[in-house]
């Protein structure tokens, strides 16, 4: 027998006898046939072909044999010296780079010297799995890819020109090493690899789907087609994905903005489902986007009830934040987790928040402000402990709620129009409240309108919302959690909250379209012209 048809039946053996928990039957190293191809890969190594050689090396270390066997110890040593002659093709260098990947780990000196070899190859003729082989090497021994980008470079380019020869796995692959190496520039390789990933959704294992996710929201990638995928196949999947899978594409929808209904019901369900088998982590990545992105599946009462006993009993078990940012999500949907606010609100919870990262940051303070502010609000019947005023901020901070620019300019430019003085409107008005008013306008009792300045004889007070896209879901006019919440009690605390008609996003500054429809809103909203003060 061939020393290449020896390596080929070890692989095979390999193949067949190793599974994701390793060999299947241990005897197998003491069998004959077995020992006996062994035996010719460790007496006659000099004599081997490259490809005997290395392809018996790599079977042999699926079958974890002992590295520090005479026979492996032979197979490497005769592998490194060949690869010091330059005696090895880049299948060759790909082979023993993997090799030496699953025998020694990224500390492997060798595989430096793999890259350096690699560098002088002729990268346009390589193959997908010799791509993807260089990819993995060069993702453990460079990182950031600093020492090597003019490689990076040259194989990025030659990939884009292979994307559709790529298998799922292949694609997963790239995909994640361009993460891991910050390929943040190679645009056109990322999009072609993330259009590819569309038609390979079903087939992607679960690991191979989270790569794809991790790589689609680091290169700030949204494809409506990829979650069009997602969509057809989590409902029917979410039985068998593997929890950590669940949470990645509900993270994915939630960092993303993307409200998709079949996605949320289907986790929704498999959430009443294995509940009980899920991580508290996990549990708090499967229902923190419903709030979030302000949405009650179906199923909304069964989902709260399960996520209420199972709160009751492992409640100990979450970490601070996580059970904050948990509970706070609750009260953005107007699920009030009454039963749990006193531990929340005692001085020995605020005391672990505190000494954990983040810590007491702006945005912990101002969820647990939010928090009293709803049970003050939406549950008057609430006796529990309350909020020190030491840990409530005055003001919210929405960083990503801010108003849009340029639809606020036209809102003011048509109030102006309107109300002809800017003494009648305030802009980023704060309140005793915690939140802060886009633009405020007062009215007396006969509703007309009064200076912003004018502190007696108000009668009425409108918030007027402007609400750009940046407050609603991706492609949706579904306001998200934080701005339906703030909207729900500026209305419990005596504003009259308007929002302008979603015309003016697209409006021209001067239109008469834009002014009449101003007209129409504040009509509807009782806003008369205003007196002389």
């Known amino acids: 027998m061939s020393d290449t048809m020896a390596a080929g039946a070890l692989q095979r053996i390999s193949e067949v006898e190793v599974d994701d928990n390793g060999l299947r039957n241990p005897a197998l190293l003491e069998n004959e046939v077995f020992r006996a191809l062994c035996f010719q890969f460790e007496f006659e190594s000099s004599k081997l072909s490259n490809t005997g050689l290395l392809n018996a090396l790599q079977a042999l270390t ?7 066997s005479t026979l492996m110890i032979r197979l490497l040593s005769e592998s490194e ?3 010091g002659r330059g005696q090895l093709t880049a299948e060759n260098l790909c082979s023993l780079g993997e090799s030496l990947l699953e025998l020694e780990g990224p500390s492997c000196a060798t595989l430096e010297q793999i890259v350096e070899h690699m560098q002088e190859r002729d990268i346009e003729r390589w193959s997908p799995r010799e791509i993807v082989m260089v990819y993995k090497i060069l993702q453990v021994t460079v990182r950031e890819g600093k020492q090597c980008q003019n490689l990076l470079n040259r194989l990025n380019s030659v990939t884009l020109q292979t994307v559709s020869q790529l298998s799922p796995n292949f694609a997963s692959v790239i995909l994640n090493s361009l993460v891991v190496l910050r390929q943040t520039r190679a645009v056109p390789l990322v999009t072609a690899l993330c259009k590819h990933s569309v038609k390979h959704v079903p087939y992607f294992t679960d690991h191979e789907l989270v790569n794809v996710l991790e790589a689609l929201q680091y290169f700030g990638q949204k494809l409506q087609i990829f979650t069009e995928a997602l969509e057809r196949h989590v409902p029917g999947s979410i039985l068998t994905m593997h929890p950590q899978t669940v949470s990645k594409v509900m993270h994915y929808c939630c960092k993303k903005m ?3 209904k079949p996605i949320f019901d289907a986790v929704a369900e498999g959430f009443i489902s294995n509940a009980d088998r899920l991580t508290t982590d996990q ?3 499967y229902i923190i986007p419903f709030g979030t992105l302000n949405y009650l599946p179906p199923s909304a009462a069964s989902l709260f009830r399960k996520l209420e006993a199972v709160l009751h009993t492992r409640l100990r078990h979450f970490q601070p934040h996580t059970l904050l940012n948990l509970l706070h999500s609750c009260v953005l949907i107007q699920r009030y987790p009454i039963n749990f606010l006193p531990k929340i609100f005692s001085p020995y919870f605020l005391q672990k928040l505190q000494a954990q ?9 101002s969820q647990l402000t939010q928090l009293f502010l709803t049970v003050t609000l939406e549950c008057p019947f609430y006796e529990g402990p309350k909020l020190l005023s030491k840990y409530q901020v005055k003001a919210c901070p929405m960083p990503h709620n801010s108003p849009d620019v340029h639809l606020f300019k036209r809102v003011k430019t048509g ?5 002809k003085k800017r003494i009648y409107f305030a802009s980023e008005v704060s309140t005793p409240y915690f939140y802060v008013v886009d633009i405020e306008i007062k009215l007396d009792e006969e509703g007309f309108v009064l200076p912003v300045t004018q502190l007696e004889e108000v009668h009425r007070r409108i918030a007027l919302c ?5 407050r609603f879901c991706a492609h949706s006019h579904n306001l998200l959690g934080e701005e339906a919440i703030k909207q729900r009690h500026l209305q419990l605390l005596g504003y009259e909250v308007v929002q302008p008609m979603e015309e003016l996003q697209v409006m021209d500054n001067q239109s008469n379209k834009q002014l009449s429809e101003w007209a129409a809103m504040c009509s509807a909203s009782h806003i008369m012209p205003n007196k002389c003060y």
Request: aromatic share 2%; proline share 9%; net charge positive.
């Open 283 to 285: 549990i708090a990545t």
């Open 466 to 470: 402007v609400d750009g896209q940046n």
């Open 357 to 365: 990262p983040p810590g007491l940051n702006r945005v912990v303070m």
């Open 415 to 419: 109030l102006l129009y309107l109300l």
């Open 258 to 260: 993307i409200l998709s």
């Open 62 to 68: 699926k079958l974890r044999i002992d590295p520090q």
């Open 81 to 83: 010296e060949r690869l």
